[in-house]
């Protein structure tokens, strides 16, 4: 096609060195990710006696086997799955319906509740109150402890609405003519043209509640519904030798590195699966095209 | 709580006294289903935000856990005194701002440049590979970034120091020397925040109508060209609404990665507000102290948001509030 | 467009979903919420209590279970990973909401709830102890140790007074001729050896003496300064006391380390090193000294064996200052402390019910259930001692109870530890002897308020400076200059007040 035939020289030297960097980048991100998954793999004695192992030598499943051995992890995971899931279809479904409220230039009040709701981003009453609100609206100990609290977060909130603000008003103008209400404005129009906001949104939320870890410590006393975080964290910690060391008790050597980094590997691995997934509502012109069509 | 409403904007206070008021109540009336939308919303922030935040009052306090609130003692401003007569404070102030600059000036452009970069690349599966693969550090908690660059760092044995070795150079002292900490803190940050921090340029980037592209190439354009005048503008939206969140956050440089970080020999330069009051705070339960830092914390984040957002309205951009 | 109708109704079914299992769920969760401690129908009495997670999981309840049917109890343990435990308490605390049993976790939360405890927050139990059969054996001096104002709130859970010595190779000692260091001198010219002769025979300078990590109590620092002499925290001199780094012996360790760091005896990045990294250099062959707990022999003789077979240890202690005289600090014999706050334990006759649960599990049966499990699954008895049979089975089944245990073998009448690795069971008759060279912390009964609150700051100052001194960044001057920084920013009220707690309680 014509196309190609425009490609000059220039255009392939930036090519050369975009995809040269690029490679070099994603290579330099990955290494230390490939350390813990390499050393999932390995022999103690070979983490031990290698200064920054990638590949095992000898490759074993034995700190798989040992973390599987019980059932605790696949309960971490559930509930991990669960308040993921939930919380963020929960989250967005909120965090949208304010977002394009707020988004809505002509409502009266706007600025004072964005200030007030970025105000939230810079002052908050601290562990003990916040424990108290929770524990008065009855959540204690039920996962919605991890959900609810919270409903919306103001930094993807505005993010969205900023989003939302760069839609030309003449989509809107034009549904409105045609009798449509504000809610369907949002759910026929917007929200369909806004797919990588919603992606990206979505993603944001579903990671914070994936690493869902303090609430759970806090909120949750049934140690049986802890998320994956708080056992994955409890085994890096210990394995980290971060614990406070003073009148420890009798000896519980600290775990493995190799059960440490297979922890690492489990908890991880499910939540990056989400951003491939999500890849595909990052096509180029995604919005426009939705547009007409 | 009354503080909130005398900061906000008094222009828009002059403008509702100007409009009449009967049509100031026509257009909240035509808007109703709006409101409806948000209230859910406004009524999760009241009641998980706003309710706890008269928590705030212990940093005017000797609080007691046991006392409660109504019950402990009130010492007006003794701990904010504190805070500023404490011989560190400078040093904290000064660490802290430096950091911030990095954040701002060395750490924010990149996620930009990177995703204006993955951008301009063509095959589809090499640029899903590179996203996915930059995007998997900020899944890595501080705690093993801190210990794996220890690993790869330390004077005993560490492999960096064993290639500086082999080429005959004198091994670095990357740990223990205060001259390292700043770009070991902000390198760890690029490592793990940037490629994660491309997610939202991509989406916004997203909005491009390639037909704009491909129109500037017919005039010639090249490639810079392109992105300075076409994918820059079109995700400038979304870099100043960060930038200013960024701005806000200018006390809030990562407790854990810093406390990680921190030890005798950089405390000079390391030590920030958070770690300096994380002893005081939970070993020894000085909650009301920990409280005032943390309010000062959000006075200064404040003053940042409302100043950047200012100057974002005086450009006639859109801002975040 | 109608892919999107469909999405938004699964959306909304599924908010709809979660929002009645919400309901649903905190119905349920109410009505168990409020449960304090009560008499069930079938006459178990049942509370609650929180102790702190030191293992990688929350245990399954097998060994729960037993204790309860032996007791007669109905327990709910609410299990907070150790290191937010003081977030957790001090949350619970301050919003009313501690069960009937706490678990304080070390001495430093037991100081910081000094004021509640004088308030009266909690139950206090001293005049009950005697009442009951196996209580009443806990040992006075370290019930004297956790008493407020000469009144006690807590039990104790056993800690030996001291497990400090050295773990070492001895292969690569018997390579050099070496014998076990036993005067600081030796102990200089083992890491010198180490370090320099070539230990391990493989013609490379691979190796260094000591590894040690960036803990100036538990790892080696603290115990080679008990060698000098130096005061356990404090100490006193011409009448007063006054803490440890006033004291020469203190300035002759820092020399001491010094030394060992511009030769390299010791690893370079020993103030940045954790834990596991400390370790793994002897477990590896890099090093072959190790200061600390000398029961950790056996767990990094397992490791180091699967990487070198031949790799041999054994533990000492006995080692002597250059004033002729072997000392070792100790910690004030306790490890974790209970107490009963009276915002959840409402009557005297509630309190006496969960004392008498702790009074059994004194009991030989019980204390054995929650510290080795059941007899022939999880443990065998050899000579009368307790013979771990699955490590990793152990480790998850009922290590974590060992955080409710109370009092300690000499008194809960627990079996010992067998074990077939001959240092470790020599590192275990070493706390005995450790015992008779005790260097004791005199302010452990003492209080001092300035302490309590800026203690963990100001003793940065200090923390700070001696690593910076051995590692060549200050001077003696800037010590000096850090101990009158030390002082001016609160320190002197802390001499004061902890000499004069101390004259009152001559």
New interface residues.
């Given amino acids: 096609m014509a196309?190609k035939k425009?490609i000059?020289m220039?255009?392939r030297m930036?090519?050369f060195f975009?995809?040269f960097?690029?490679?070099l980048?994603?290579l330099?991100?990955?290494l230390?990710?490939i350390?813990?998954v390499g050393s999932s793999f390995a022999?103690?004695?070979e983490v031990?006696?290698t200064?920054?192992l990638l590949f095992p030598t000898k490759f074993t499943l034995d700190a798989y086997e040992?973390i599987f051995?019980?059932d605790?992890i696949f309960k971490g995971l559930g509930v991990s799955v669960i308040v993921t899931l939930?919380g963020t279809?929960?989250s967005?479904?909120?965090?949208t319906?304010?977002a394009?409220?707020?988004a809505?230039k002509?409502?009266?009040g706007r600025?004072?509740?964005?200030?007030?709701?970025?105000?939230?981003?810079?002052?908050?009453?601290?562990?003990?109150?916040?424990?108290?609100?929770?524990?008065q609206?009855?959540?204690?100990?039920?996962?919605?402890a991890l959900i609810?609290?919270?409903?919306?977060n103001?930094?993807n909130?505005?993010?969205l609405r900023?989003?939302f603000?760069?839609i030309p008003e003449s989509l809107e103008e034009s549904a409105k003519i045609d009798g449509a209400?504000?809610?369907s404005i949002?759910?026929?129009i917007v929200?369909?043209i806004s797919l990588?906001?919603i992606?990206?949104i979505s993603?944001f939320y579903a990671?914070t509640y994936w690493n869902t870890y303090?609430h759970a410590?806090?909120y949750l006393?049934?140690?049986?519904k802890?998320p994956i975080q708080?056992?994955l964290?409890?085994?890096?910690?210990?394995?980290?030798?971060?614990?406070?060391?003073?009148?420890?008790?009798?000896?519980?050597?600290?775990?493995e590195?190799t059960?440490k980094m297979a922890t690492?590997v489990v908890a991880?691995v499910p939540?990056?699966l989400v951003?491939?997934f999500l890849?595909k509502y990052?096509?180029?012109?995604?919005?426009?095209g939705s547009v007409k069509g | 709580m009354s503080m909130e409403t005398t900061i906000s904007p008094k222009q828009e206070k002059r403008n509702y006294k100007k409009m009449r008021k009967s049509e100031l109540w026509k257009r909240i009336k035509k808007n109703k289903l709006i409101y409806l939308m948000i209230l859910p919303g406004l009524l999760y922030f009241f009641i998980y935000k706003y309710l706890p935040m008269y928590g705030l009052i212990i940093s005017f306090q000797e609080y007691k856990p046991y006392l409660g609130i109504s019950g402990s003692e009130w010492v007006g401003l003794e701990h904010f005194k504190r805070l500023f007569a404490s011989p560190d404070f400078w040093m904290i102030f000064k660490n802290t701002l430096i950091l911030f600059g990095l954040q701002i000036f060395v750490y924010f452009p990149i996620p930009i440049i990177l995703s204006l970069m993955l951008n301009e690349v063509r095959h589809s599966f090499f640029k899903k590979g590179v996203q996915t693969l930059v995007y998997i550090p900020h899944f890595m908690s501080w705690v093993v970034i801190v210990s794996i660059s220890y690993v790869m760092l330390t004077l005993d044995g560490g492999i960096v120091n064993a290639i500086i070795e082999s080429l005959g150079f004198e091994k670095i002292n990357f740990l223990l020397n205060e001259d390292w900490f700043r770009p070991m803190y902000i390198l760890q940050v690029i490592w793990r925040e940037a490629g994660w921090g491309t997610i939202i340029f991509l989406a916004a980037i997203t909005a491009v109508d390639p037909q704009l592209y491909e129109a500037a190439r017919m005039d010639g354009a090249g490639r810079f060209r392109q992105m300075w005048h076409i994918t820059l503008p079109a995700i400038r939206n979304v870099i100043i609404v960060l930038l200013i969140l960024k701005i806000g956050d200018v006390l809030e440089l990562g407790f854990e990665h810093v406390y990680l970080l921190l030890n005798s020999s950089n405390r000079n330069v390391a030590e920030i507000f958070d770690t300096y009051v994380y002893v005081a705070g939970l070993q020894q339960g000085q909650f009301s102290y920990s409280t005032a830092v943390g309010f000062f914390k959000g006075a200064v984040g404040l003053i940042m948001v409302v100043f950047a957002n200012w100057l974002a309205k005086k450009f006639n951009e859109e801002g975040i509030y | 467009m109608s892919n999107w109708k469909k999405i938004m109704g699964l959306m909304l079914l599924a908010v709809l979903l979660l929002v009645t299992a919400a309901c649903s769920d905190s119905s349920s969760e109410s009505s168990g919420d409020n449960e304090g401690s009560e008499e069930g129908s079938d006459g178990t009495f049942s509370f609650s209590m929180m102790a702190n997670l030191h293992t990688p999981e929350v245990p399954d309840e097998k060994v729960l279970n037993k204790i309860e049917e032996v007791t007669n109890t109905d327990i709910e343990i609410q299990w907070v990973p150790d290191n937010n435990y003081e977030d957790r308490l001090n949350t619970a605390f301050a919003t009313n909401s501690l069960p009937d049993a706490v678990f304080l976790k070390n001495q430093a939360t037991f100081i910081q709830f000094r004021e509640a405890i004088q308030d009266g927050q909690f139950w206090e139990v001293g005049q009950y102890l005697d009442e009951f059969e196996n209580l009443s054996k806990l040992k006075q001096n370290v019930l004297d140790n956790t008493k407020v104002d000469g009144k006690l709130y807590t039990l104790y859970q056993g800690r030996p007074l001291s497990r400090q010595g050295i773990i070492y190779r001895t292969d690569w000692a018997e390579n050099l001729g070496l014998e076990a260091p036993t005067t600081t001198d030796e102990f200089m010219e083992m890491v010198r050896a180490f370090t320099e002769d070539d230990p391990d025979g493989n013609g490379k300078d691979d190796t260094f003496g000591l590894t040690d990590r960036s803990d100036l109590i538990y790892g080696a620092f603290k115990t080679v300064s008990s060698w000098f002499g130096t005061p356990n925290y404090w100490g006193e001199k011409d009448g007063q006391l006054l803490p440890e780094f006033m004291f020469d012996e203190y300035v002759q360790t820092m020399d001491f380390f010094k030394e060992m760091h511009e030769n390299g005896y010791i690893n370079q990045d020993f103030p940045v090193t954790s834990k596991p990294d400390q370790q793994e250099f002897i477990k590896n062959g890099t090093a072959g000294v190790y200061v600390g707990a000398m029961s950790d022999v056996g767990s990094l003789r397992d490791d180091a064996i699967a990487i070198n077979p031949d790799a041999q240890f054994d533990v000492h202690n006995h080692v002597e200052g250059p004033n002729g005289e072997f000392g070792i600090w100790s910690i004030p014999g306790y490890g974790n402390l209970v107490m009963f706050p009276k915002s959840s334990v409402e009557s005297e006759e509630e309190l006496k019910k969960i004392l008498g649960f702790f009074d059994q599990m004194m009991s030989p049966e019980v204390a054995n259930y929650a510290y080795w499990g059941f007899e022939g699954e999880h443990y065998e008895l050899v000579d009368g001692a307790a013979k771990v049979l699955d490590s990793d089975i152990n480790e998850r089944e009922v290590k974590p109870y060992q955080a409710i245990e109370i009092g300690e073998p000499e008194t809960n009448g627990r079996y010992l530890g067998y074990f077939d690795y001959e240092p470790k069971a020599k590192s275990e008759e070493l706390f005995l002897e450790n015992e008779e060279h005790l260097i004791n912390d005199p302010t452990v009964p003492l209080y001092s308020e300035t302490y309590v609150k800026e203690g963990g700051t100001l003793q940065q100052i200090i923390t700070d400076a001696t690593y910076n001194y051995i590692l060549g960044q200050i001077d003696k001057d800037g010590f000096d200059k850090a101990i009158e920084e030390w002082k001016s920013q609160g320190g002197d009220k802390i001499i004061e007040e902890y000499n004069a707690s101390y004259e009152e309680s001559k």
């Fill in positions: 196309k425009r000059t220039g255009s930036f090519d975009n995809y960097l690029l490679a980048i994603a330099i991100t990955v230390p990710f350390h813990v022999t103690s004695a031990a006696n200064k920054f040992y051995s019980t605790t939930g279809l929960w967005m479904f909120f965090s319906l304010t394009y409220g707020l809505r002509d409502l009266v600025r004072v509740i964005n200030f007030l709701i970025v105000f939230t981003l810079l002052f908050n009453g601290g562990m003990i109150p916040t424990f108290l609100v929770v524990q609206t009855g959540l204690l100990n039920s996962l919605w609810i609290p919270v409903t919306i103001a930094f909130m505005i993010i900023s989003f603000v760069n209400n504000d809610f949002l759910f026929r929200l369909p990588p906001a992606a990206t993603l990671v303090m410590i806090l006393s049934d140690a049986g802890w708080v056992l964290r409890q085994i890096v910690v210990l394995a980290s030798g971060l614990t406070y060391d003073g009148a420890a008790y009798t000896d519980v050597p600290p775990p590195t059960i690492i991880t939540i990056l951003y491939p890849q990052f096509a180029k012109g995604a919005l426009l």
